[in-house]
């Protein structure tokens, strides 16, 4: 995961990192200038005055390339490490298997992609720059002090413990904390992503009061998690300018006595002890803390590979779909209850299917199971020869399309909608629309049209047109649909179904509540489900002249 970030950018990294040892460099340089400075100024050296004013001009010259640098290639670096980062993530995140994104909520996804990629521009990317300069600038200091006065360089350092020790336990208190405000803030995503989409729900049930308490208590959590935190760094910050203050007075004042007293340290090597203090004290109360920040991306970093991990595949059967689908004594549970009841079933290719029973009987359970979506079951399922479970997903779902209950509508045109952003040629696409009737819609709405979000500008059954637009477009072999003409009226659901019914070649499993005695009778199959169970199968007048369940379905909806 994190060579992503430098993946084709470790030119414009050994740049920034160059340009982080320069200005190491440069800093030590003006403390060393400094002093000779203040040496030649009392010893009247006007030559040497001109010397380190070359000196200087150098170090300037060095600053402002490092400057120009950094303007060049600080955002290009930035701008390829996060692009990068986020492209491999959702290309894993597409890549999963419909079950293995099921795994996590939606919301986890969406902080890996914002929240935590946030974390990481801020905390990891750019910090190793910072940590680098400030790491060699502690030692080149501490290395120049000893040079100058071995007995000062040694004060100095024990005047250092404490910003040290202060900074060492913000660092460890730093990346706890950060670890409970990431899982507090993941949860607060999901709540809040929960019950902004059941907004209507909300205002019809007049629920609101009840849900702004729940906003306030998980508000509540994710804050107190912060305050915590800043309460903590806070007492810390100030210990630890408390003891900064007392190290670098400290120096200056042991430095000044050895200068009046021992006459063992000259003045101008005093201000540069004091200057260079800066860098020894300022690295020791940041860089741990700096660190520790950038090792709490890890777990960041080991979270996103957790979530996108993908089963390995094993070497799967490709299938292309001839004979026929059977489920021989298929049972399926949801924890412990039992869905699908010892199911034997065969559908045959090009012949058309009703599934009809009461609401609950495992209908869609069923088209799910078959749509490679359940993994546990019992009994086998076969496509052709090939047993579900070792069919490649891939030629699966070339061959199977699904017109689901819930159909999902992007926020774009109709067109873009029904096409799913592929190229497809206007007379089939034409033949499309005027199979699905949304030739009438689209002449009414315009193609320009947003759809809105997951279609709100849409009625339910201008999407479930959508949708079997799209599937016909497929034009799979096998075709499945769970009450997917549910919101059209009696005319609309006729005509698309009729034109459904038409397609010859395909193999058609359709869930319909609808009881319309024209429809059923044109279907070659009907299964009638209850409770898990297949309780009938056969043609419209063979089921009616049974006089079972499915004669009862039909006379309670006809004299309903
Ligand atoms: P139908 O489509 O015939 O109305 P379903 O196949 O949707 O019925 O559901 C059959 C049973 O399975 C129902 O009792 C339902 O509560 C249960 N069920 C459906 N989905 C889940 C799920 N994800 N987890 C647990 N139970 C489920
Ligand atoms: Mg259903």
Not at 309 to 330: A, G, Q, R, T
Request: aromatic residues 8%.
């Amino acid at each position: 995961m994190k060579k992503e970030l430098l993946r084709k950018n470790k030119l414009n990294f050994t740049m920034l990192l160059i340009c982080a040892f320069a200005e190491t460099g440069v800093w030590i340089g003006i403390s060393l200038i400094l002093e000779k400075v203040l040496f030649v100024a009392t010893s009247d050296d006007i030559n040497g005055l001109y010397t380190q004013l070359i000196n200087g001009l150098v170090l300037f010259l060095i600053t402002t390339i490092c400057l120009v640098v950094n303007i060049i290639v600080k955002p290009k670096f930035q701008k390829r490490a996060i692009k990068q980062y986020k492209n491999m993530i959702y290309q894993k995140l597409i890549d999963k298997s419909i079950e293995n994104f099921n795994d996590y909520e939606t919301s986890v996804y969406i902080s890996a992609l914002t929240n935590d990629v946030k974390y990481i521009e801020e905390k990891y990317l750019f910090s190793i720059f910072t940590i680098i300069t400030k790491s060699t600038m502690f030692i080149s200091a501490l290395v120049v002090m000893i040079i100058y006065s071995p007995l000062l360089t040694l004060i100095s350092c024990v005047l250092s413990i404490a910003p040290l020790l202060i900074s060492l336990i913000v660092g460890s208190l730093l990346s706890k904390s950060e670890e409970r405000i990431s899982d507090e803030n993941g949860k607060f995503m999901h709540f809040v992503k929960d019950n902004l989409s059941g907004f209507s729900t909300i205002k019809v049930f007049q629920i609101e009061k009840k849900i702004k308490a729940l906003f306030e208590k998980n508000n509540d959590k994710l804050e107190t998690s912060k305050a915590k935190k800043t309460r903590v760094i806070t007492i810390l910050e100030l210990l630890q300018a408390l003891s900064q203050l007392i190290a670098q007075l400290g120096v200056f004042f042991i430095g000044a006595y050895m200068c009046i007293k021992t006459n063992t340290l000259e003045a101008s090597v005093l201000i540069l002890f004091v200057q260079l203090m800066n860098y020894v004290i300022d690295p020791l109360a940041t860089v741990p803390m700096l660190i520790s920040e950038r090792k709490a991306a890890t777990p960041l970093f080991k979270k996103v590979e957790e979530i996108l991990k993908k089963c390995p595949e094993p070497e799967k059967e490709m299938l292309e779909f001839n004979e026929s689908i059977s489920l021989n004594n298929v049972s399926l549970s949801y924890e412990e209850k039992q869905i699908l009841k010892g199911i034997n079933l065969k559908f045959e290719k090009g012949k058309s299917y009703a599934i009809v029973g009461p609401s609950g009987s495992g209908k869609t359970t069923l088209l799910n199971l078959l749509s490679a979506r359940m993994k546990e079951y019992s009994g086998s399922v076969y496509y052709d020869n090939i047993e579900l479970k070792d069919v490649s997903l891939q030629s699966l779902y070339n061959e199977l399309s699904f017109v689901e209950q819930n159909v999902f509508v992007f926020d774009d045109t109709i067109e873009n909608n029904v096409k799913l952003y592929s190229k497809v040629e206007d007379d089939i696409y034409k033949d499309i629309l005027n199979k699905t009737c949304l030739n009438i819609l689209l002449d009414e709405k315009g193609n320009e049209y947003k759809c809105g979000e997951n279609g709100s500008a849409l009625s339910g059954g201008e999407k479930q047109r959508i949708s079997i637009a799209r599937a016909l477009l497929k034009n799979t072999k096998i075709l499945l649909m769970d009450e997917a003409t549910s919101a059209l009226d009696v005319t609309l659901t006729k005509q698309v179904m009729n034109n459904i019914l038409n397609l010859k070649d395909m193999t058609k499993l359709v869930i319909t509540h609808n009881l319309d005695s024209t429809i059923l009778s044109k279907f070659d199959e009907i299964i009638v489900m209850s409770d898990g169970h297949i309780i009938e199968t056969g043609t419209f007048s063979e089921l009616v002249n049974k006089e079972g369940m499915f004669a009862k379905l039909l006379n309670f909806s006809t004299t309903n």
